[in-house]
Structures are given as structure tokens and as C-alpha cells.
């Protein structure tokens, strides 16, 4: 069935540092994956996206990579700051046809000073 | 442009009672989902809908959930005969296109709590 999985659900890492979020994903059909932020209290906001064709996408001190032949993606983020502190979410489209997206559990990342 | 609202941002109610959560889209946004998160969880798909009509509500549990998008005015998630268990944040997002490519909005919520 549809899954979408983190293989660590905390980190921390120190301010200056860069951090990796990793995210597996089991459906093949996926042709579309986004990277989403949520800060406590509030609503997912969208921080990069990438589709099947490529394998490595950059935004601004964010990195996402994709593995399709194991069915990872990943989200880099480069020099963290104190704002990055949040929970990190991985989606995916489940293909052509679908009709939602759907998230994977999340990571915190928490930035030391 | 504002961005998606939600409200109300919080909600309580007792066992029983009926809550309705409300969803504007962003402008020029016609397909509007709604998504359910527990503490410490992701979000879970609820129901996708596009003006007057549901497109799909793979994500709905059978009883007690219902959901509208009218012609006019926002979208409605309805609750019937709330549980506990129906405690969580309510998530509305919107896309200008259709999926599965649609980039979503996400608003900042209501938070249900149920005693």
C-alpha cells in the first residue's frame, strides 16, 4: 500500500551545521515529491518540490535529491539557522491519476546555538 | 493576496455536539483538500473537492464526516456527533490546478478539541 516514511523522526543539529532529512517512499507510480516545513502551531508550508525526471533540485540553501532506484528522497539544508527549527515533511503525488498527496510522518529538527 | 483561511483556528466541544470547520481558498484557487493531523503525526488525506463537487473522499471515515464546497462562499468540513477520538487539527489546502501536479496551499488550521 501508499507509504511514505522517515527513517529518523528527531535531529538535531548545531547552527551553522548542515542537515540532511531523509525520507523513503514505496510507491513507484510517485512521479511528483515535495518537501514541506511546518512550524509549531501552524500550517505545512511548501520549502522545495521535484519531479521524476530529475534527480537533484536547489532553493535557496535547500537541496533535494532523489533516488529512484531506491525510492529516497532527501532534503538538505545548508548552513541551518535558528528559523529552521521545525518539523520537516516529505510528500508524494502517488502518480498520474491521483488525487492527493500523501505525507510521510515528519522529522523535527532542532537547531542548537 | 491572502493566503488560504481557515476558522475558527480553535474549536472546543463536548461529546456529541456538531463541529463545522470553514475553508476559503486562495484566489483563483478551484480545488480545495482537507486533511487531518494527530499529535506528532502527519497528515492524513480527508477529501478532495472542486467547486459543488466531491472528487474524492477516499480519506473520510463512513459515518459522522461530511464535506462541501458550494457554488458560493467556502468550503465546510462537518463533524457530527463528535468523539474524543475526532480531537486533531484540520488542515485545508488549495491548488490553482488539478493534481496530481497542483503546487497545495496549506491555511493554518483549526484545532478540534473534543471533552
Known amino acids: 500500500g501508499e507509504s511514505v516514511g522517515l527513517h529518523l523522526p528527531t535531529l538535531s543539529v548545531q547552527e551553522g551545521d548542515n542537515s540532511i532529512i531523509n525520507c523513503a517512499y514505496s510507491?513507484?507510480?510517485?512521479?511528483?515529491f515535495i518537501w514541506y516545513k511546518q512550524e509549531s502551531g501552524k500550517g505545512p508550508q511548501f520549502i522545495i518540490d521535484?519531479?521524476?525526471?530529475?534527480d537533484k533540485r536547489q532553493g535557496q540553501r535547500v537541496t533535494v535529491l532523489l533516488n529512484k532506484t531506491v525510492k529516497h528522497l532527501s532534503l538538505q539544508i545548508a548552513a541551518t539557522q535558528p528559523g529552521d527549527s521545525a518539523v520537516y515533511f516529505c510528500?508524494?503525488?502517488?502518480?498520474?491519476?491521483?488525487?492527493?498527496?500523501?505525507f510521510g510522518q515528519g522529522t523535527r529538527l532542532t537547531i542548537n546555538p | 493576496n491572502a493566503g488560504v483561511m481557515q476558522n475558527p483556528r480553535h474549536l472546543v466541544r463536548r461529546r456529541g455536539q456538531e463541529a463545522r470547520l470553514r475553508c476559503s481558498p486562495m484566489?483563483?484557487?478551484?480545488?480545495v483538500y482537507w486533511y487531518r493531523q494527530l499529535p506528532e503525526e502527519g497528515l492524513k488525506f480527508m477529501v478532495y473537492?472542486?467547486?459543488?463537487?466531491?472528487?474524492?473522499e477516499s480519506g473520510m471515515p463512513k459515518e459522522r464526516f461530511s464535506a462541501e464546497f458550494p457554488k458560493e462562499g467556502p468550503s465546510i468540513l462537518r463533524i457530527q456527533q463528535v468523539v474524543r477520538g475526532d480531537s486533531a487539527a484540520y488542515f485545508c489546502?488549495?491548488?490553482?490546478?488539478?493534481?496530481?501536479?497542483?503546487?497545495?496551499?496549506f491555511g493554518e488550521g483549526s484545532r478540534l478539541t473534543v471533552l
Open positions: 489546502a488549495s491548488s490553482r490546478d488539478p493534481p496530481p501536479s497542483g503546487e497545495l496551499f
Open positions: 510507491n513507484s507510480a510517485s512521479d511528483y
Open positions: 521535484i519531479r521524476s525526471n530529475m
Open positions: 510528500a508524494e503525488n502517488g502518480g498520474q491519476g491521483a488525487q492527493k498527496l500523501v
Open positions: 484566489k483563483g484557487h478551484s480545488h
Open positions: 473537492l472542486q467547486k459543488e463537487n466531491i472528487i474524492d
